[in-house]
């Protein structure tokens, strides 16, 4: 037995999945996914184990038909259900007939309602880090990468989408049958696709923006600087692989800011603040088409491979695109949510490690700001220690040598020591990788605009200069008041810079919170709206735990989420639950 990952019943023993045709027709009354899976792989003969989360599984065959033995074993709460399966001595192939669970981990299924259209149904994925297999029975290990084929059928008047190159479409009476092909081998996390009313503009020759019709003029102003970030990107980390770099914008209740799906980024429509000051969440997702998908973290172990040097090139992006005061900006702001994801793991250290032990530990569980704030100030000191230029070259021999692999932190640590040792012998490596907190000394980076606003303290800024404040100046500002902050504090800036009316969502959190520290009634009252509109979880784990720590708003807290919780990603209301009930015990 060889099972490496974790978060996967896979065993690097057993034969590995190669390549999935997968076909799927989406049924929106009954909220489930009809599919067949046929999995190839680079040998037969034998076992395999797969893994699937409340798939129902109504037969496993050949492609030829001939019934294949299969054991499903017991659900495990953080794995799901291994599906053993018999592959025949003379083939490499299963085909697996299944349904989709109720309440697939996945899966969103949005009502008409729920959407900014109110026309039509939406179903999109959300797959990382181990909810895949709800979706597909696979080897849902990133160290087990795939090519895929792909034919979904849903309702002709929607449009469907993958992550992958699109092939064709057919229309038959009431149903329309979309083909992919994903040519690179991926981790199966990156699998994705949506359903919905989706109309698309193009961008540049290698992007074009989907979203609702409702938010396409917005999105497409938003995203208008994507093909000269694309530039950028291929020049600092060489060629763009994928093809197409297409942007979709999901309805509000999509969990997270960004996700990397290859050739289609998901986004937060919450980064569409009409000033472009967000686009750091769509250069961080261009950023991943190297650092995350075409070199990969062996498991959520590993995360930070992923997110700490995504985090360090989208910040090297923006230092050309919009300057080093931003990033210096961006890098304090990161900082203010490192010191804090620390202090909320006060009483789990260990996962304030860069490299963690996840062994029946859920990985949205241990998810925070560690992995990517950590590891881009590990990656800053190592860049401080041999300079920007051979770092750069570095960094491309680091993509170069794993291309389309996935690696662990120990075999980022070998290589590293080989290829800029004078980097491994400056810093203090233990002490990132494996020790706990943030190591003293840490880089940290000085600009004009953070020393003046640092000089603030509780005081409120003047008039004239709190006008020209840019979002992140403002989240900065507000990161360093004192909790709970001063009443006249609070509504003294209120009056003033009508903060409860903020635009940006980045900024009207940042406010909100030491708001409802100091018992602001507006505040109050604009968050318990923003929670029932807004599913991100970057938002509703801070709002959430604001109104819980005050005696006065913890049942508000409890009876906004009973009210909210059927808008949100099943991921999103889990990871409140979690929040609640850790507070009430
Ligand atoms: N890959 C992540 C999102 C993710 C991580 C989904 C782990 C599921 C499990 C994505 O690239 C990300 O980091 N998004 C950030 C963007 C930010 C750092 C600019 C987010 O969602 O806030
Ligand atoms: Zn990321």
């Not at 692989?241 to 290859?262: K, T």
């Not at 490299?355 to 800053?380: C, I, M, N, W």
Request: overall charge negative.
């Amino acid at each position: 037995m060889a099972r490496r990952d974790p978060h996967s019943w896979a065993d690097e023993a057993q034969p590995r999945q190669q390549h999935l045709r997968w076909t799927a027709r989406v049924d929106f009354p009954g909220r489930r996914l009809m599919g067949t899976a046929e999995l190839r792989f680079d040998r037969g003969g034998t076992a395999v184990d797969l893994d699937t989360r409340g798939l129902e599984v109504d037969a496993v065959t050949t492609p030829a038909g001939a019934a294949l033995a299969f054991t499903l074993g017991p659900a495990d709460a953080v794995l799901g259900t291994c599906l053993h399966i018999q592959l025949p001595a003379d083939g490499a192939h299963c085909v697996v007939h299944y349904r989709t669970g109720e309440g697939a981990s996945a899966l969103q299924w949005l009502s008409e309602a729920q959407t900014t259209s109110q026309r039509s149904p939406f179903l999109y994925s959300q797959c990382q880090a181990i909810h895949a297999r709800s979706v597909v029975p696979l080897q849902d290990s990133p160290r087990f990468r795939l090519t895929y084929e792909a034919a979904v059928t849903a309702p002709a008047e929607l449009q469907t989408l993958m992550a992958a190159s699109s092939v064709d479409r057919t229309e038959a009476g009431a149903e329309a049958t979309g083909r992919w092909a994903m040519q690179h081998p991926i981790p199966p996390y990156l699998f994705a696709f949506a359903v919905g009313a989706l109309q698309s503009r193009d961008l540049g020759p290698r992007s074009r923006v989907w979203a609702e019709p409702e938010v396409l003029d917005a999105a497409a102003w938003e995203f208008a600087g994507v093909d000269g970030m694309l530039t950028q990107a291929e020049q600092l980390l060489g060629p763009y692989v994928w093809g197409r770099f297409d942007v979709l914008v999901l309805p509000p209740s999509f969990p997270y800011g960004g996700m990397e799906n290859p050739t289609l980024t998901f986004l937060t429509p919450t980064v569409l603040a009409g000033d472009r000051s967000l686009v750091n969440v769509l250069a961080h997702e261009l950023a991943h088409s190297w650092t995350g998908n075409l070199v990969s973290n062996a498991s959520a172990e590993d995360f930070w491979l992923n997110e700490g040097f995504t985090v360090f090139v989208e910040r090297r992006l923006l230092s050309v695109l919009e300057g080093p005061e931003a990033v210096a900006l961006h890098a304090a702001v990161g900082r203010q949510s490192l010191d804090d994801a620390v202090a909320g793991f006060r009483s789990r250290p260990a996962l304030t490690r860069l490299r963690t032990h996840l062994q029946g530990v859920d990985p949205d569980d241990a998810y925070s700001q560690v992995p990517y704030e950590k590891g881009y100030l590990f990656l800053r000191a190592l860049e401080d220690a041999v300079g920007a230029v051979p770092f750069d070259a570095f960094l491309r021999r680091y993509l170069h040598r794993f291309a389309f692999q996935s690696l662990t932190t120990q075999e980022f640590l070998d290589f590293l020591q080989a290829e800029l040792p004078e980097a491994f012998a400056r810093v203090d490596v233990p002490a990132w990788v494996d020790g706990e907190g943030v190591p003293a000394g840490a880089p940290s980076l000085a600009s004009a605009r953070l020393a003046a606003l640092k000089s603030f303290g509780l005081q409120l800024p003047e008039a004239a200069e709190a006008r020209t404040f840019r979002p992140l100046e403002w989240q900065v500002y507000l990161g360093r008041l004192p909790r709970p902050t001063p009443r006249a504090t609070v509504e003294a800036l209120d009056a003033a810079y009508k903060l409860t009316a903020s635009r940006n969502p980045d900024v009207l959190v940042a406010w909100l919170v030491p708001a409802l520290s100091a018992g602001h009634a507006p505040a109050l009252a604009r968050t318990e709206a923003f929670l029932g509109e807004v599913g991100r979880m970057k938002y509703l784990k801070p709002l959430y735990a604001a109104l819980l720590a005050r005696e006065d708003t913890r049942a508000r807290a409890e009876a906004c989420f009973q009210r909210y919780r059927s808008r949100y990603h099943a991921i999103a209301a889990a990871g409140i639950e979690t929040l609640l009930r850790r507070r009430a015990g």
